[in-house]
């Protein structure tokens, strides 16, 4: 046993090309690799092995054998010596780990990896690769112990120890702490485990690792619902008894993403009880990604599915607008009118709306209060005018002309074009107030900042792509090909996928042929959600994503709000000081 020793017989009449990696191959089919450790104890290292031993088995023939004693280096402690009856006298001529590794990672190669108490070994094995260089291979895992527990109960074994599991079995070689009798009586305990799967609906090697996780008793029960789903990308819908969408998804593989609600990797509290309510799962295949998102997007915002979180109610959504009249101020409105020219959003909340509109305030004189006011009749003026934060426009201190130019006109400019007035104003203001070591004001300022420049530049890059009334682009598909998309408006109106080796023309072609029409409208996103428009631009703006038609120039303002990005990353982050050094 000193030298290393490996016996792996011809495998005549096996599918050479099956391995153990696929979840969905069928346990009789599945190569197991059963491997037990001895060691010198301890935690792992990258060393202390003092025996290998493993057993190749498919369909309940043995096909090879390793096996070798590991020179750990190290003494041996006198109670391992007594455990195992491995003695430091074997050990001196055995080869050190880093000789046996490359043989060890070969004879495991497209197989599951099977150990008792599996963490214990496949630590010791990664830790070892990790010190002398090897690759570790990342294989499947399964763990007889914790199949064990999940299969048999305390009337048939008072605990899963290999001793009493072998016993139980009736195993042909008795575990002796020796890792190649240890790793025999493993390969029969795991074949007697499998025996007990049938019942429990497991018949995949990737069921029978998430069945020995600590799946919920639901999880277990509704597990058929992801049987028969397409492996192709799109939108799964979880369904009632009644047919109420319960929880709408989106993956590039449904049938892998509805697979793994019923693993142990899920354990939000939302989707258990959303899986106990589920009676069906339904999938809309989509052309390619964008699709299933956008889809996604629209049932979401059509249905309002009550375990999902966000997107649900794009309806409601605010604008920052200013009024109308002589005098306009800035006010948080529902909905915008085709006469409106002066707007900022759309907000997520009116919240933000009010944050971003008291950073106008504290930039440019623009009124706050309420009040309709008429240029021939004057209106007594607010604390505000006293204090000097208003020009009181109410008591006609200031002409309309005046006032559109050094509080209207900024608003106006800042949204559409240029916002550097406005940001120069508020990055003066947090200077003094920092410089006062007002830093709790200068924070508030600071957010306010944020808050303006977030809405400016997500509304000058909304406007710019729904301004187009119609765009097609390509980006290369994964298995050949093009995926191909036709915006309007900043709606998706059209997407499928082009055959490998065909140019993508055709396609196109068909694809506007049954494209949704979609008319023009008013404001930066006139025909859809801005969340659904951002997604696009997200999926334009890649750098493989090929431009291929547009019904008119696609641009931003060069002085517009984009240029202050940087600005905005560091008004999030805080840091008032920092922001003092912006000023142009």
């Not at 750990?72 to 001529?93: E, R, S």
């Not at 600590?214 to 028969?228: E, I, N």
């Not at 008429?374 to 007594?380: G, I, N, Q, Y």
């Amino acid at each position: 046993m000193a030298q290393q020793e490996y016996l792996q017989p011809a495998l005549a009449g096996l599918d050479p090309t099956v391995g153990g990696v696929d979840p969905a191959l069928p346990l009789y089919a599945t190569t197991f690799v059963v491997v037990d450790l001895e060691t010198t104890g301890g935690a792992p290292d990258g060393g202390g092995i003092t025996e290998i031993g493993a057993v190749k088995v498919r369909g309940g023939d043995e096909l090879g054998v390793l096996a070798t004693l590991v020179n750990p280096g190290v003494p041996i402690p006198p109670f391992i010596t007594v455990l195992t009856g491995i003695t430091q006298a074997m050990l001196v001529p055995a080869p050190p780990i880093e000789q046996v590794l490359p043989s060890f990672l070969e004879f495991i190669s497209d197989a599951v990896l099977v150990a008792h108490n599996a963490p214990y070994d496949v630590g010791f094995l990664k830790a070892a690769c990790a010190k002398h260089g090897y690759r570790w291979p990342n294989p499947r895992v399964l763990d007889t112990a914790a199949l064990a527990r999940r299969v048999l109960t305390r009337d048939e074994v008072p605990n899963r120890k290999l001793g009493t599991l072998a016993a139980y079995f009736r195993t042909a070689t008795q575990p002796t702490h020796r890792a190649l009798d240890d790793a025999k009586a493993t390969v029969d305990v795991l074949h007697g485990l499998i025996g007990r799967l049938g019942g429990h609906r497991v018949d995949t090697v990737g069921e029978a690792i998430e069945f020995a996780r600590a799946v919920t008793p639901t999880q277990r029960r509704k597990r058929h619902l992801a049987d028969g789903l397409p492996k192709v990308p799109g939108v799964y819908i979880f369904r009632a008894a009644d047919d109420r969408p319960l929880y709408v998804g989106t993956s590039g593989d449904i049938a892998t993403r509805v697979r793994s609600y019923f693993t142990a990797g899920e354990k939000r509290a939302r989707i258990s009880e959303m899986l106990a309510a589920a009676e069906r799962v339904e999938a809309l295949e989509c052309a390619h990604s964008l699709e299933a998102e956008v889809r996604e997007l629209r049932l979401i915002a059509a249905h309002a599915p009550p375990y999902n979180r966000r997107s649900k109610y794009p309806e409601r959504m605010v604008w920052l607008k200013l009024t109308d009249g002589p005098y306009p101020r800035l006010s948080v409105v529902r909905s915008l009118a085709p006469g409106d020219r002066a707007y900022l959003g759309p907000f997520s909340s009116r919240r933000a709306a009010e944050l971003a509109a008291a950073g106008f305030h504290d930039a440019v004189p623009l009124r706050q209060c309420t009040h309709r006011l008429s240029l021939r009749t004057v209106t007594p003026a607010c604390a505000l005018a006293e204090l000097g934060r208003c020009p009181a426009p109410c008591e006609h201190r200031i002409t309309p002309e005046e006032y559109d130019h050094r509080a209207a006109a900024p608003f106006r400019t800042a949204t559409t074009s240029d916002p550097q007035v406005v940001v120069d104003a508020l990055l003066a203001r947090i200077e003094v107030l920092a410089g006062d070591q007002r830093y709790e004001e200068a924070a508030v300022v600071r957010a306010r900042l944020a808050a303006v420049l977030r809405a400016t530049v997500r509304m000058q890059r909304l406007a710019g792509l729904t301004s187009i009334a119609e765009l097609a682009a390509a980006r290369p598909a994964a298995r050949g090909g093009w995926e191909l998309a036709l915006v309007r408006h900043g709606r998706l109106a059209g997407a499928g996928v082009s055959p490998p080796g065909v140019h993508p023309r055709p396609t196109l072609t068909l694809i506007r042929s049954t494209a949704e029409t979609v008319p023009p409208g008013h404001g930066p996103v006139p025909a859809a959600s801005a969340e659904e428009s951002e997604r696009i631009l997200s999926w334009l703006e890649r750098p493989e994503t090929r431009l291929l038609e547009l019904s008119s120039g696609w641009a931003s303002p060069v002085t517009g709000a984009g240029r202050f990005r940087d600005l905005l990353t560091k008004a999030e982050r805080g840091g008032s000081h920092q922001l003092s050094t912006e000023r142009s």
